[in-house]
Nanobody, 120 residues
Framework: QVRLVESGGGLVQPGGSLRLSCVVS????????MAWHRQAPGKERELVAT???????TYADSVKGRFTISRDSAKNTVSLQMNSLKPEDTAVYYC??????????????WGQGTQVTVSS
């Protein structure tokens, strides 16, 4: 059974930094991509950053230049370094893994989320 466990969330002042980590356990045949999403109160879940296997990471415009996604394949982890945090970054952050089942099909697994609050 695939399990994703996030850590590293918390309360930080505007301008501060946090590093989120997500450990993936269980059997995944082939990873298509790993990513971080977030969901703020009253808003839809949005993609923050994704790192496809064999490709460069991409970011939402709102976090470009401030957030960095990285992946350690040996440890099956994906991390999100968040700098220059703003109050609007406040949300529950979720990591996900897309397992490639075929050329056209992926299966997505989600973590349970970690709260990030940016406030003075």
């Amino acid at each position: 059974q695939v399990r994703l466990v996030e850590s590293g969330g918390g309360l930080v002042q505007p301008g501060g930094s946090l590093r989120l980590s997500c450990v993936v356990s269980g059997n995944i045949f082939s990873i298509h991509a790993m990513a971080w999403h977030r969901q703020a109160p009253g808003k839809e879940r949005e993609l923050v950053a994704t790192i496809p296997s064999g490709s460069l990471p991409t970011y939402a415009d709102s976090v470009k230049g401030r957030f960095t996604i990285s992946r350690d394949s040996a440890k099956n982890t994906v991390s999100l370094q968040m700098n220059s945090l703003k109050p609007e970054d406040t949300a529950v952050y979720y990591c996900n893994v897309d397992e490639r089942l075929s050329d056209a099909t992926v299966r997505r697994f989600w973590g349970q989320g970690t709260q990030v609050t940016v406030s003075s």
